[in-house]
């Protein structure tokens, strides 16, 4: 991609040229490819599939986003013609990218807030209306005139096990990331997920305390709890382990499924519709801390959290929207998130959400 000038160009002119567009990398592998839908032109999508981009609260302002692809291209494909025509076509003022017309720009979390935040977490875990909570915090900083192209490629070199995402559409805007955690991972009767939760830099990793473990379990536990009611010939778990991703470790719950028989479609959005959001960036019980998340937080968290990937015929790979930041014209904002427990330290947690911001904002 950083040979083909018209497709970097196309990636800052989605707005210009009235597409939606989907670039995506999956995890080991060394090349990206983009999934195009142009609003201008009647043509049926290139086939079944389709890109799921899905909010962490579903309804209100924030839908759930689908580019069905009129067509897909890897890194050094010609673009289609009548786009390379529009983007020859461009004047010379700078090409804009869509930014979202369904959330202000929020703002900036205040360190003081986040640390109230916690600590009325941990009051709501005292009195046993909760176990955890994953409490998300936003930063700001401005738009650097880095290429989105260079910024995909440096977090593919540098993230090579995450999922590594570009989405950009009338309605949620422009989004990038580079997420660890997979959400869900189906191919025929095979179905994959993770449990990943608890987080720690490279230096600490040998410092892990049961506040972090518990974190864990919980969400180990949820996974398991779903599984069960759906029919399963085989299940194997690995883990706990440590996953590590750039300068962050994790502990991570591999799942390994075989089901009975391939699902159908309702029975796959069944499924998405009870794992998400799973304890890792929700909480437990499910109901009652996003009950609480909603109280707490002052910002929206759009599509933070929820999840997005490709979806074809015979396979499903989606992937937990984090390590993730919105694009506006003259800023970016970073979203991030730390769960919070009985054992939690509130001034850890404001730090754990700084590290894993900076993992991703240092290439911008």
């Not at 673009?79 to 720009?105: A, C, F, R």
Request: glycine share 4%.
């Amino acid at each position: 991609m950083k040979e083909n000038y018209l497709l970097q160009q196309l990636l800052e002119a989605t707005k210009t040229c009235n597409v939606s567009v989907a670039g995506f990398s999956l995890p080991d592998e060394n090349k990206f490819t983009f999934w195009i839908q142009d609003t201008d032109i009647e043509l049926p999508s290139l086939h079944d599939g389709e890109f799921i981009i899905y909010p962490f609260f579903v309804g209100g302002n924030f839908p759930i986003i689908s580019i069905k692809p009129q067509w897909i291209i890897a890194d050094n494909d010609e673009v289609p013609e009548h786009i390379k025509k529009k983007l020859l076509n461009l004047s010379t003022k700078q090409p804009e990218y869509w930014t979202s017309l369904i959330d202000n720009i929020p703002e900036a979390t205040e360190k003081t807030d986040f640390l109230l935040q916690v600590n009325e977490i941990k009051h709501q875990i005292s009195l046993g209306n909760i176990e955890k909570a994953m409490l998300s915090a936003v930063r700001i900083l401005p738009r650097s005139e880095k290429k989105i192209a260079n910024i995909l490629y440096d977090l593919r070199k540098n993230y090579p096990k995450a999922f590594i995402s570009y989405t950009s559409t009338p309605i949620h805007g422009t989004w990038i990331g580079a997420t660890p955690e997979i959400f869900l991972y189906q191919h025929d009767k095979k179905i994959e997920t993770v449990s990943l939760a608890g987080t720690k830099t490279l230096e600490l990793q040998n410092n892990w305390s049961e506040k972090e473990k518990h974190e864990q379990a919980l969400v180990t536990q949820y996974i398991q709890e779903v599984f069960q009611k759906y029919p399963i010939d085989k299940i194997e778990i690995q883990g706990p382990e440590y996953y590590s991703v750039g300068p962050l470790i994790h502990l991570r719950t591999l799942f390994r499924i075989n089901l009975q028989e391939r699902p159908e479609r309702t029975m796959m959005t069944n499924l998405v519709r009870e794992l998400h959001p799973t304890p890792a960036v929700g909480g437990y019980p499910k109901t009652e801390s996003l009950k609480l998340i909603e109280q707490l937080e002052k910002h929206k968290r759009s599509y933070y959290a929820g999840f997005l990937g490709p979806i074809n015929l015979n396979t499903t790979s989606l992937f937990v929207n984090l390590r993730c930041a919105s694009l506006n014209k003259n800023v970016v904002i970073f979203y991030s998130g730390a769960g919070i427990t009985a054992g939690s330290d509130p001034l850890s947690e404001w730090e754990e959400t700084g590290h894993k911001a900076a993992s991703i904002s240092k290439y911008f």
